[in-house]
């Protein structure tokens, strides 16, 4: 059974930095990519970046410049670090699977869901 779990969220002070974590089980980063989104309150899930099965990533226009996506296949585990953290990245930060290249920031396009962690950035 495949499951995701994230971690590592909590409150930062604008222009402040997080790390967020997502494990996987029931199955291999070789076979599955894993990609991140984020839902604030009364706004819709948006997609934030990517990694694919084949190492590649991708970012939407809202992270490119602040957010890495990087993994470690021996934890079978996807980090998302989170830089220079505005008030409008508040949001639970969720990580899904697979992840394909052609539709990554699609929500539809996952099967699996993490429970998400939430991020608050506030002074």
């Known amino acids: 059974q495949i499951r995701l779990a994230e971690s590592g969220g909590g409150l930062v002070q604008p222009g402040g930095s997080l790390r967020l974590s997502c494990a996987g089980s029931g199955f291999t980063l070789d076979r599955y990519g894993l990609g991140w989104f984020r839902q604030a309150p009364g706004k819709e899930r948006e997609g934030v970046s990517c990694?694919?099965?084949?190492?590649?990533?991708y970012y939407a226009d809202l992270a490119k410049g602040r957010f890495t996506i990087f993994r470690d296949a021996d934890k079978n585990t996807i980090y998302l670090h989170l830089n220079s953290l505005k008030t409008e990245d508040t949001a639970v930060y969720y990580c899904a699977a697979p992840c394909y290249a052609s539709t990554w920031w699609v929500p539809g396009g996952y099967d699996y869901w993490g429970q998400g962690t939430q991020v608050t950035v506030s002074s």
């Open positions: 990694i694919s099965n084949r190492h590649g990533t």
